[in-house]
DNA sequence: ACCTGAACACCGTTCAAGT
DNA sequence: ACCTGAACACCGTTCAAGT
């Protein structure tokens, strides 16, 4: 082993610590309170050396929006390969989405603050390219059951809709429920008898039926698939949810 | 007139222009660019009686995004009172609300900001509780249409669903398309081929036809309704839009 | 009663000195 | 070549002094 491979892999260590420091500081403290001196203080390194990763407090933010858009993307290849139809697959990816915003609010919540212009401005060029490059692979996934949906003949495309923009209606649909409904963002009077699950469900079938998206919603059993989700395609995320939310 | 009413008058003027002159610096510097000392280095006032006006700078936050949300809710009620069908009626508060963020962009961006709990926990409780009545009026709007559907009988409520559910699905639906293609926030590979107008156009008739709200979008000629959007009931609005986009 | 701005504590960023 | 932390400029907030 050259010295050169040690140095990369201590370095990869050394930026996951600092990121997974200021991500516990946000989670306490809001984005607001995040200190570069605070993360100094809980990491056994300079602030130098800090900026030696990150040119400043905003790259480091986008750097956290990146690691969290990374584990989207996994969550979606699962839901690619998932044992069913494509409107099931399709469904996974919504209900992939929401499985990651309960078990991170926190990330959540900072993939869209990093989205402002302010922070995104600040960011080092190849943070944000890598940004670009980890949208384009979320949305590859649901191009590629879209695609599927249409070989298969369960998807049958409206003259005026491109696949791209059926994607993107279901993408801002899910993104729309997620953000509006989530805790961690807002708490308002309407919102409170709202449940995340049930009406992101509701969206997902509307908007499927009006896409003509098959089976419809009354001619499959819907409960049994998302069964299915919890038990199988995201058991993990499930169970950790559960730990979540009784402690 | 007594000395109280003329000091209350001048206090009101005094607060619009604090915040008028924030939005200012917010548009050209970003939420991060905004600083207290900015504000008053443009403004006839010392730093105290901006303290004594909004508690800090959070506070100066959400009074603004207030200021935002009670010109969307003028927008909606002109909605409301549009003369056509209920569908067109629900249809004319998507447009009003993409009309408002392309028109007031920062304020768009804003709004979404003073949600995150680091800017809404340090407000004060009485802008706050401001902030939740405004958009129980955003609401009110909506659900006034969905009942005026409901008794004509052109809107028919699938059992599970109740009014305040389709009213939230319209809410996200439309939150969600502008938020993820609004040029402030975003604007990543898949989005610039996509047009805001176009796409909630295709978004609220997907869910609108999924929902049953009649007349469906093939038995109705839209782009009509679209024109008297444009030319009556948000003559102003898209004539401010193209002044903008021109210059 | 309200206004003022000096003063203080805190934070982002840099860079000369050290290894 | 990389690390360190003192130093600097800037910002939010307060409050004693003034009117």
Same mark, same amino acid.
Not at 11 to 17: G, M, S, V
Not at 47 to 52: A, E, I, L, R, S
Not at 230 to 243: A, G, S, Y
């Given at each position: 082993?050259?010295?050169?491979?040690?140095?990369?892999?201590?370095?990869?260590?050394?930026?996951?610590? #600092?990121?997974?420091? =200021?991500?516990?500081?946000?989670?306490?403290?809001?984005? &607001?309170?995040? %200190?570069?001196?605070?993360?100094?203080?809980? +990491?056994?390194?300079?602030? *130098?050396? +800090?900026? /030696?990763?990150? %040119?400043?407090?905003?790259?480091?933010?986008? *750097?956290?929006?990146?690691?969290?858009?990374?584990?989207?993307?996994?969550?979606?290849?699962?839901?690619? /390969?998932?044992?069913?139809?494509?409107?099931?697959?399709?469904?996974?990816?919504?209900? &992939?989405?929401?499985?990651?915003? $309960?078990?991170?609010?926190?990330?959540?919540?900072?993939? #869209?603050?990093?989205?402002?212009?302010?922070?995104?401005?600040?960011?080092?060029?190849?943070?944000? @390219?890598?940004? $670009? =490059?980890?949208?384009?692979?979320?949305?590859?996934? #649901?191009?590629?059951?879209?695609?599927?949906?249409?070989?298969? *003949? @369960? $998807?049958?495309?409206?003259?005026?809709?491109?696949?791209?923009?059926?994607?993107?209606?279901?993408?801002?649909?899910?993104?729309? %429920?997620? &953000?509006?409904?989530? @805790?961690?963002?807002?708490?308002?009077?309407?919102?409170?008898?709202?449940?995340?699950?049930?009406?992101?469900? /509701?969206?997902?079938?509307?908007?499927?039926?009006?896409?003509?998206?098959?089976?419809?919603?009354?001619?499959?059993?819907?409960?049994?698939?998302?069964?299915?989700?919890?038990?199988?395609?995201?058991?993990?995320?499930?169970?950790?949810?559960?730990?979540?939310?009784? *402690?």
């Amino acid at each position: 082993m050259s010295p050169k491979v040690i140095d990369h892999c201590a370095l990869e260590a050394r930026e996951e610590e #600092i990121m997974k420091t =200021a991500l516990d500081i946000i989670t306490e403290l809001g984005v &607001a309170g995040l %200190t570069i001196d605070k993360v100094v203080a809980k +990491v056994p390194y300079s602030k *130098g050396t +800090v900026y /030696n990763h990150f %040119t400043c407090k905003e790259d480091l933010l986008t *750097g956290l929006c990146n690691r969290s858009v990374r584990n989207v993307a996994a969550l979606f290849c699962r839901a690619v /390969n998932f044992e069913g139809s494509s409107r099931e697959r399709i469904f996974a990816i919504g209900y &992939a989405y929401m499985l990651h915003s $309960l078990l991170n609010p926190t990330e959540f919540m900072l993939v #869209i603050s990093a989205k402002t212009p302010s922070i995104r401005e600040k960011s080092t060029e190849k943070r944000q @390219e890598e940004h $670009l =490059a980890l949208e384009s692979k979320l949305l590859g996934s #649901i191009l590629q059951i879209i695609s599927a949906g249409l070989s298969s *003949g @369960e $998807l049958n495309l409206q003259p005026h809709l491109s696949p791209a923009q059926v994607a993107f209606s279901l993408w801002s649909m899910c993104f729309g %429920t997620i &953000a509006l409904l989530h @805790e961690t963002l807002d708490r308002c009077s309407v919102r409170t008898e709202m449940n995340l699950e049930r009406e992101l469900i /509701n969206h997902s079938n509307l908007l499927l039926d009006g896409l003509n998206w098959q089976p419809y919603t009354q001619d499959h059993d819907w409960a049994n698939t998302i069964y299915k989700y919890k038990t199988e395609l995201f058991q993990n995320e499930v169970e950790q949810l559960k730990l979540l939310q009784n *402690g």
